[in-house]
């Protein structure tokens, strides 16, 4: 292992900057340019300290110094605080570079950290989570997951699987004989188990999905049915411009409304129509790719439009594949032809006026209600790599399932079992490879 140097604070100027050294030659390099009380025992020092480059001082700083494996990797550490200037900060990177130590890639403290069995790897997730958190809802999965969350459950289960596994490989070794070393019922009722964690955890995933990434939402329809209207009544300012002529709206436009703790992300678009215009055309383009990515689709119409509202919606279907998606009808305007109010044609249609603010409460609630959390403080799943490699895994338990209740021979059971085994230990870090850490850590930033 080398030892690796990283600006840990955001690139740019600040009041005070973090520099971290981590590997075998930590304290060796750091005692180079700095004089260093030593740091015997497990708990960190924090000393003020000159930092010299040969005979230049180039700072006076905070020199924090760790043995390992007390540290955040596990490894001997040092964390230099400097005053955060530009030059300060490269200059003290440079002079621990030239005298030994290697840039860090990005996340490779915390892949060190997770390497020397400091964390688990849902843990080390945890940490880019929590450190991309932007709001109450997403700060707390984070920390949840960093705490330990599900994977420590998952992770027991996992250790009395591979026990009745063994056993089941041992009986290979006798089977001209016929003996079972494994207990198929507390095979099946462990499969029990672990399946019913895992839907839990499946069916949590579009409220943690929705808690982490925020939830997009096209608002869409015909022009002028006052789209633009809408999304500035929801965000509360004039982010549109909204006008009585048709086609005012050319590119997609999009602001953020937090309901309930979720994110929601609206984007408004150009009113679909044939139009000659080319400009015109690109953003009705552009409205199509918005409906595409949207998990949410605010169709809006007007008072005055509501009879070809069925077709629209057919030739919107002809158009883009809705499947997956929430499609919400809007009925607009209502505020300029009262008499509607007393003949609306079906429940399916919400009535609204987006001038007045009539109906954006229901519309508001109407949105937020599927994202409830749930009250018993069950595990909320938000990582996609766990919701894929849970998918998998409960392809392999069915399979299992199905040997033991058809009492296939105990060679073939086991394929599965150690393909459930496989994509149960990807979450946790039990089961690992390049490739799997590769994917999660560069998404991290340089210095954690
Ligand atoms: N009376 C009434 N007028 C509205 C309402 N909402 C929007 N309007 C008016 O309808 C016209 C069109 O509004 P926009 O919000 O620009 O409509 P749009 O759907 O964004 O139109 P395009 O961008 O052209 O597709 C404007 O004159 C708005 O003032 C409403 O609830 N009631
Ligand atoms: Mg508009």
Known sequence: MSTIAAIATPPGIGGIALLRLSGPEAHTIASQHLRLTPCPGPHPSASYALFRNGNTVLDEVVVTCYRAPHSYTGEDMVEISCHGSLYVQQAILQSLIDSGARLAEPGEYTRRAFLNGKL??????????????????????????????????????????????????????????????????????????????????????????????????AIVGRPNVGKSTLLNALVGEERAIVSNIAGTTRDTIEDTLTLGGITFRFIDTAGLRHSPDTIESLGIERSYRAIAQAQIVLYLTDTAHL????????????????????????????DADPAFQSQLPSQAVIPLSAKTGTGLDRL?????????????????????????????????????????????PADLVIIDLRDALYHLGTITGQVTSNEILGSIFHRFCIGK
């Not at 289960?157 to 494994?182: G, H, I, K, P, T």
């Not at 009879?307 to 209502?334: C, F, H, M, P, Y």
């Open 120 to 217: 688990n790897l849902s843990q080390a997730e945890a940490v880019a989570d929590l450190i991309d958190s932007t709001n109450a809802g997403s700060h707390q999965l984070a920390i949840s997951q960093l705490r330990g969350g599900y994977a420590q459950q998952l992770s027991q289960l996992r250790d009395q699987f591979v026990q009745l596994a063994s056993l089941l490989e041992l009986e290979l070794d006798f089977s001209q004989e016929d003996v079972e070393f494994a207990s198929r019922s507390q095979l099946l009722q462990l499969l029990d188990t672990v399946e019913g964690i895992a839907q839990q955890l499946l069916e949590s995933f579009s409220l943690g999905n929705a808690i982490k990434n925020g939830v997009p939402v």
């Open 307 to 334: 009879a070809s509202l069925q077709q629209e919606i057919a030739d919107l279907k002809a158009q883009v594949d809705l499947t997956g998606k929430r499609l919400i009808l809007l009925l607009n305007k209502i």
């Open 364 to 408: 508001r609630q109407l949105l937020s209600n599927p994202y409830t959390a749930p009250t018993t403080g069950q595990p909320i799943l938000s990582n996609l790599r766990h919701y894929q490699a849970l998918q998998k895994m409960l392809s392999a338990t069915h399979l299992v399932r199905q040997g033991l209740t058809h009492g296939l």
